[in-house]
């Protein structure tokens, strides 16, 4: 059977795999100036014998492993990795560790990004015996608007041959390494940034009614808007406003000139999300110019909910059970968190899912994003049978 040659492959090509994902552990790059990592990628598939076009979106990857199926030329599916790193510190001390001070992958893509250059080798020796013709999408700048998604989406990377499912996973610290979460329907939030400078009149700390306080705007700006959140959502709809920045570089005895803040708001239904960020920006001027102050104000509209597709994610759940046991896979619960792979759910049925990358054993316990965020590499043979599994019809699982 197949799922016994993709067991034996991803065993086979593990070690491989384990420094494809050290190099670029290694090397990270920023969102949309991912040029080493795409010239790494495409030495990659040169090597494993697979066609592609580079520089999409900028540098973005697209490959294609062609069955004998039919329909090969018409129609294939999709699996797509992410390639962008975060601006961290990295706080590990690892051979490994990121050679670029400042940046780090964080959030895992350079796990995605090696389990799919695995997975192209697994497929591409199979090639004849898929059932379908399968895409390979590695793309720029999940981490940040407007989503490299988005960018391929617009470069035309679900058609010729046309896309019409695809499929793409994610580290998950919350997860025992070895284990995998889905869920159907909705699963991950919109997500839109806030940007706003608020300018008053600075002066001395003992003669505020000389001055026009962007502190003290800020701080009632930032209340009320919970306000008018909670005040106005439907309960039943998740949703949360986060300001994450509020820098006023004044002192003791100084009211600065200006105060910046920066947010982000998110919400699984479309027609809220729109009602509130007109809200938001309301509010804003309004109490901002109320207080005396002048506000500078940008709403980066980002990423829409994701809907994984019920029926394909329910296929893929049970596929997984019939791969790695019932006991290895669960249900995953809503999150508040965002992922650019929503605008291939916009337009095809797709399924986002979670590999367990968590080994409290090691010490891997960290959650994305964290200065100190690791796998157990061990997770890199799971992810690669599931990748490779989801190509699969039911009954070659």
């Known amino acids: 059977m197949l799922k016994d040659f993709i067991k034996n492959k991803s065993e086979e090509l593990y070690v491989k795999v384990l420094g494809y994902r050290e190099h670029l552990h290694r090397n990270p790059e920023l969102s949309y100036q ?28 697209v490959g294609l492993i062609e069955s004998k199926h039919p329909n090969s030329g018409v129609e294939c599916v999709a699996l797509r990795a992410d390639l962008d790193a975060l601006p961290i510190l990295e706080e590990n001390e690892t051979p490994y560790k990121s050679q670029k001070p400042g940046i780090m992958h964080a959030c895992g893509h350079d796990v995605h990004t090696a389990i799919l250059l695995g997975v192209c080798e697994i497929l591409n020796e199979i090639k004849d015996q898929l059932p379908h013709s399968v895409k390979v999408i590695f793309q720029p700048g999940e981490e940040k608007n407007p989503g490299g998604a988005s960018l391929m989406i617009n470069e035309n990377v679900l058609n010729a041959p046309r896309v019409k499912e695809i499929f793409a996973l994610h580290v998950f610290p919350d997860l025992p390494v070895g284990k995998l979460g889905f869920r159907e329907g909705l699963y991950m939030a919109s997500c839109d940034e806030i940007y706003l400078t608020i300018i008053g009149k600075g002066g001395h700390g003992a003669t505020p009614n000389n001055c026009i306080d962007p502190i003290a705007i800020g701080a009632t700006l930032v209340t009320s808007l919970q306000q008018i959140i909670s005040r106005n959502c439907d309960p039943k709809i998740p949703s949360v406003l986060t300001f994450g920045h509020f820098e006023a570089l004044g002192s003791t005895n100084v009211i600065p000139s200006k105060a910046i803040l920066k947010g982000t708001f998110r919400t699984m239904d479309e027609h809220w999300r729109a009602e509130a960020l007109e809200l938001i920006d309301k509010q804003i001027h309004s109490l901002v110019e109320g207080m005396g102050g002048k506000v500078e104000l940008e709403i980066s509209k980002g990423y829409p909910f994701l809907e994984n597709n019920p029926e394909l994610t329910r296929a893929t759940k049970q596929k997984a059970i019939d791969f790695f046991g019932i006991e290895n896979v669960c249900d995953l619960p809503i999150r508040l968190s965002s992922e650019d792979f929503s605008f291939y759910a916009q337009e095809i049925p797709a399924c986002f899912f979670r590999i367990g990358v968590r080994n409290e054993v090691k010490g891997i316990t960290y959650g994305v994003h964290h200065p100190k965020f ?9 992810g690669m049978c599931a990748m ?9 699982v």
């Open 34 to 61: 991912e040029f080493e990592t795409m010239h790494f990628v495409c030495a990659v598939l040169d090597k494993i014998g697979i066609q592609y076009t580079k520089g999409i979106a900028g540098t973005g990857i």
């Open 388 to 396: 490779a599994m989801c190509v699969l019809n039911t009954e070659e």
């Open 374 to 382: 690791d796998i157990d590499p061990e997770a890199l043979k799971t």
